[in-house]
């Protein structure tokens, strides 16, 4: 219950249902049987939502963990993307054409961005749209090869229609990049509409389940009432208006994705490797620990232990730190939406910053626990690689990750800068303005709040540090631009230790929130080993100032692997603990009831390989 709140009951009602519980096997499907299977469950979905009145988007979102387990559905950009942007950069009047239709998947949207010369920059974006006052229509057209659209999911065959970011040209003036609501789709035939170019864009190393389109525009014209207006107006005659706020807004709905992806992603993938590792680790018996005695379950060595453990401790960590990331969209959102913008730059940087940093640490998890679990973890059996090829798409949509770390520095660097100046800063970067001790407090005893300062000390050192730097590669000469890039990996070195910081304190708060004892001690362990860890790996960081001495590292090595042992009893209670489904795991090696080894042999015995098939066995013969 420490993490599920209300969602067994959602839960427990898809599982129910035969096409989610007990459906074909994904990994004998090609491509476009996984397809064409997901879709098959798109649609039973969006009947059980009637059914069981889903209206409310948590709920819905309990019930798509079932429907499809550790893939991305064609869902996922209608209400991740197209309904929020809707909602979120409409005016009134749009929200209420639109709106109702979409939730009733009356009609089915994506948001089109991303084009075949440019993701990253999205002001280097070419798709334009241009007014035309004696039509009241906007002329969508895409100038060049490299301004066709590519990537958005559910372009390819599913959607009908779209939000398209494109220029906004009037008279021959350029004003910049904004959203336009699109049909793409004939509702009768589904056939593209004329002056539409589109498709899938191919095989990829994940997301089978989507098609990630492509769409060429050759002038196509669309109503004038389809510009997003709630925050610039193009009027019937041309004239364009804007609120004086914040340009970025437009920027809102990838604010909104990567707040999400901390928890949905990062947390929820890195939570499955580790409970499939783990389970699998107390079943599998290999070696011998003592001559002549029982082969002891791998999870006893404790190179097996230092593997795992650490990170389910990340898991633990980046789980708690994606609540708290969704808890903070929603109150700037609000505090936003009531004209209160103050908070945005910060939301901007820690959603970039976190984004990058948890689905980085959490790819690089998944692959740790693959390589855990032996031979068996190279199967698909044992569900790892579906896990990983989609969790680690998470490093690169919405924002390459080095790109965000680098939106979270400028923030950063923006905040010590003013602290020099004198203002105080506050929330997520409050410790900037404090007085940071020099030399670490950490004692055998190893309190949270002592890890904790040191992890301040060092983020706050290391943003003093770039902060420094970029003042001195321009004061010999280099233009503000070169001083960024000549120092851009020490940025985002700067970057991923205040999200490190960040992840740590979070970490401890939740602790500290826990009433039960015995809960208590057992999360303050996971706690201590995610700090010590991080100590450990970046002891550089931590030695570099004198901060750390030669002693403590030692005690922290100590305090490491004395916790692996303290662990141990409870490793497999603490996977439980994440209360995933077995079909929402997908894995035999992971299984609940730990029969493993026949479940193997079952699994094996109906792979297709296996079925009499006329070309191959002509060409064995
Ligand atoms: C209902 C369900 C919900 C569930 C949720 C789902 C969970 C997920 C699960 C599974 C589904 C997932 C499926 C996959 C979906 C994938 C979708 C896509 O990938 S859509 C494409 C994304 N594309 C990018 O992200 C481009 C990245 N690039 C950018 O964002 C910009 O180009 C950027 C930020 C790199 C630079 O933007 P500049 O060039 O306009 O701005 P500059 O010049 O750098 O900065 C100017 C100022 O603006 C601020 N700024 C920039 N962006 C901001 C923002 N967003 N908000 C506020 N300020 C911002 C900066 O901090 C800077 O501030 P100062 O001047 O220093 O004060
Ligand atoms: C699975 C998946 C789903 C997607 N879904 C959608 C969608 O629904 N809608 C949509 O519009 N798009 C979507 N995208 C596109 C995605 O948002 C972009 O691919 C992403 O933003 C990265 O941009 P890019 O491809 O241009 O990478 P690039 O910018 O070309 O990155 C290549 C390399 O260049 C580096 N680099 C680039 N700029 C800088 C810089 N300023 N400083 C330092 N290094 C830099 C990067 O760090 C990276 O190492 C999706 C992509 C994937 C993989």
Known sequence: MLFKGGGLPHESLALQEKLFGAGPDYNFMTRIERFKNSLVR?????????????????????????AFPNEVSVLGPHSGMFIPTLKEQGSEEQIQKWVPQAEKHQIMGTYIQTELGHGTFVRGLETTATYDPKTEEFILN????????????????TCNFGIVMALLYIDGK?????????????????????????????????FDTVDNGYLQFN??????????????????????????????????AMIFVRSMVVYEVAGQGLAKACTIAIRYSAI????????????????????????????????????????????IYFMVNNEIKQGHTERLPELHAISSGLKAFTTSMASWGIERCRLACGGHGYSAASGLPKIYVNATGGCTYEGENTVMLLQCARFLMNIYGGVKNGRRPSGSVNYLGERISSRCTLTSEFTLKSLADAFKHRAARMIKE???????????????????????????????????????????SVVESVEDNCV????????QLLALCGIQENSGDFIQDGFLNNDQLELVKQKQLSLLSEIRPNAVL?????????????????????????????WAKKTPLNKPEDLIHRLLR
């Open 219 to 252: 002038h196509f014209g669309i109503p004038r009432e389809n510009m997003l207006m709630k925050y610039c107006q193009v009027l019937k005659n041309g004239t364009y208006t804007k609120q004086t706020r914040n340009p970025k807004f437009s920027y809102g």
């Open 574 to 602: 603490l996977v439980d603990a994440f209360e995933f489904h077995d079909v929402q795991l997908g894995s035999i090696l992971g299984r609940f009831d730990g029969n493993v080894y026949e479940n193997l042999f079952k």
């Open 466 to 508: 770039a902060s420094e730097r970029l003042n001195r590669l321009q004061a010999s000469g280099n233009d503000p631009e070169d001083s960024w890039n000549l120092n851009s990996v020490v940025l985002t070195k700067a970057a991923e230790a205040h999200c490190h910081y960040y992840m740590v304190l979070v970490f401890e």
């Open 174 to 206: 350029n004003y910049g990049m904004h959203p336009f609501v699109v049909q793409l789709r004939s509702l009768k035939t589904h056939e593209p509409l004329p002056g539409l170019t589109m498709g899938d864009i191919g095989p990829k190393f994940g």
């Open 42 to 66: 798109v649609q039973h979905f969006i009947r059980c939502c009637a059914r069981y009145n889903l209206h409310d988007h948590a709920d819905k979102k309990w019930f798509e963990g079932v």
């Open 142 to 157: 895409s100038p060049t090869l490299t301004s066709i659209k590519w990537w958005p999911g559910g372009l390819g065959r």
């Open 284 to 327: 599998r018996r290999q070696s011998e620990l003592k001559k002549s005695r029982p082969e002891p379950q791998i999870l006893d060595y404790q190179t097996q232990q230092y593997k795992l453990f650490p990170l389910l401790a990340l898991a633990y960590a980046v789980w708690f730190t994606g609540v708290r990331m969704k808890e």
């Open 520 to 527: 208590k001690d057992i999360l303050r362990q996971l706690c």
